[in-house]
């Protein structure tokens, strides 16, 4: 199935270290404050006085933090690195970002790459009631690590177009979903982990959400969407994702005095493969879900919890395509998926 293993996370992971003990410096009263932070050319750099070491080359790349963001940019951003005019050549590392603000805005993120191919390594972002946490659009060689965000109002990491990004050591919880890839490929969830170190749980949307992105490797994960589905593998162009020493657990939607949470989707469940998905890998899972454990495509209907109606959703969501493999070592009670080896739990 997959036939491949990438070393960004393993290769980034001295640099990582260094970052996080800089962004932990023993500061009891945290990072010193600082204005939004936005560079588009090497100069900035020196301009916005916020490199706090490094010389800017691969080997000794310039650090941006640990720094307390005081109000977002009118952009919206805590910090942007954009390089789509080429215009960014200096290495550099995030060792520390953390909002000290509330966004409502969705689409807002705390840290934001766009088209940033050098090799970098973003550690130790911070946020509560923001926007995105951390948006990479067009990047390439990006470790991700100790990204901790929570009740974010958009996803809590969201990549687009991008390749060979990992992500280790992090928590997201947020009102849509956790981990959201579009169009992206060769990434690493937690492989660098001897036990369960990401966690992206209570998102109202989905936990980990791969659509049309291929080549993904997942270790040690935790994923709790309580109001949706916890691990959602979606298009066509979704194929070679393996999924390993994980547990992907959904109990909602949750009826509030507000009503209900969450999304009104047929795809409610533990793990689904849907809209043609095909030739991926999935063993030794924990999957639990509020409709079904591990399933194909979606139901047809939404139960709202509060009235207990069935909504009718037409059409239906698609099921997977071919090629897909479960097994060994699953634990779940329900799917609509022949073949399936017996579940490796009590049920």
């Known amino acids: 199935m997959i036939r491949y293993l990438q070393t960004i996370g393993r290769a980034m992971v001295p640099l990582i270290a ?12 945290g990072p010193p404050p600082h204005g939004a932070i936005t560079i588009t050319r090497d100069s900035d750099f020196h301009d916005c006085v916020c490199v706090t070491g490094g010389s800017g080359i691969p080997s000794d790349p310039y650090v941006v933090g640990p720094w307390l963001i005081t109000a977002p940019s009118s952009g919206g951003w805590a910090l942007k690195v954009d390089n789509s005019r080429g215009r960014v050549t200096k290495s550099f590392a995030v060792a520390g970002i953390t909002g000290g603000y509330n966004d409502r805005d969705p689409s807002h993120p705390l840290v934001w790459l766009v088209k940033v191919v050098t090799g970098t390594a973003v550690a130790n972002v911070v946020g509560n009631n923001d926007g995105i946490g951390v948006l990479l659009d ?19 990491v969201r990549i687009n177009a991008s390749t060979y990004v990992s992500i280790a050591n992090s928590k997201l919880k947020s009102e849509q979903n956790g981990f959201h890839a579009e169009d992206s490929a060769f990434l690493e969830i937690g492989t ?19 659509h049309n992105t291929h080549d993904v490797l997942v270790r040690n994960l935790t994923t709790a969407a309580n109001d949706t589905t916890s691990m959602y593998l979606d298009g066509r162009d979704t194929y070679n994702v393996e999924i390993a020493f994980s547990t992907a657990n959904a109990d909602g939607s949750i009826c509030t005095a507000e009503g209900p949470t969450g999304i009104a989707t047929d795809t409610q469940g533990g793990i ?13 899972v924990t999957a639990r879900g509020n409709a079904l454990d591990i399933a194909s495509g979606g139901d047809g209907f939404w139960l709202n919890p509060c009235t207990g109606e069935e909504v009718r959703i037409s059409p239906a969501t698609a099921p997977m395509g071919e090629g897909n493999v479960f097994g060994p070592n699953l634990c779940y009670g329900t799917t609509n998926i022949a073949g399936l080896p017996p579940a490796a739990c009590k049920q």
């Open 138 to 156: 067009g990047v390439a060689h990006v470790a991700l690590d100790a990204i901790s965000v929570n009740k974010m109002n958009g996803d809590g």
């Open 272 to 284: 689904r493969l849907v809209n043609g998905a095909h030739d991926n890998y999935i063993h030794d």
């Open 192 to 210: 660098t982990c001897a036990k369960a170190c990401n966690e992206f749980t209570y998102d109202e949307g989905r936990g980990l959400w791969l």
């Open 18 to 29: 260094v970052f996080l003990a800089l962004a932990q410096d023993g500061r009891a009263d």
